[in-house]
């Protein structure tokens, strides 16, 4: 019953849909990817596609190490 309810909730629900598309570095070294990464962390974007970035680089581990910023 509450998997039921839920999907009906998931219909109808009025949640609105971002545009923005999830960056994917599927097929990109990890160089690459850490730099277009880096890049994506500069002011002219916008907070939330700096802060995914960010997140992005964290999860690529130690070869990201250096374009994460320093506390």
């Known amino acids: 019953m509450l998997v039921a309810l839920a999907a009906a909730l998931a219909e109808t629900s009025p949640?609105?849909?971002d545009a923005v598309q999830p960056i994917?570095?599927?097929g990109?070294?990890?160089t690459e990817a850490v730099?277009?990464?880096?890049?994506?962390t500069g002011e002219p974007q916008?907070?939330?596609v700096q802060l995914q970035a960010l997140n992005a680089l964290t999860?690529?581990?130690?070869?990201?190490r250096p374009a994460l910023p320093r506390p």
Request: hydrophobic share 45%; net charge neutral.
């Open 59 to 64: 999860a690529l581990g130690e070869t990201a």
């Open 28 to 30: 990109l070294g990890e």
């Open 24 to 26: 994917r570095t599927t």
């Open 46 to 48: 916008p907070w939330q």
């Open 35 to 40: 730099s277009i990464l880096a890049a994506l």
């Open 15 to 17: 949640v609105r849909q």
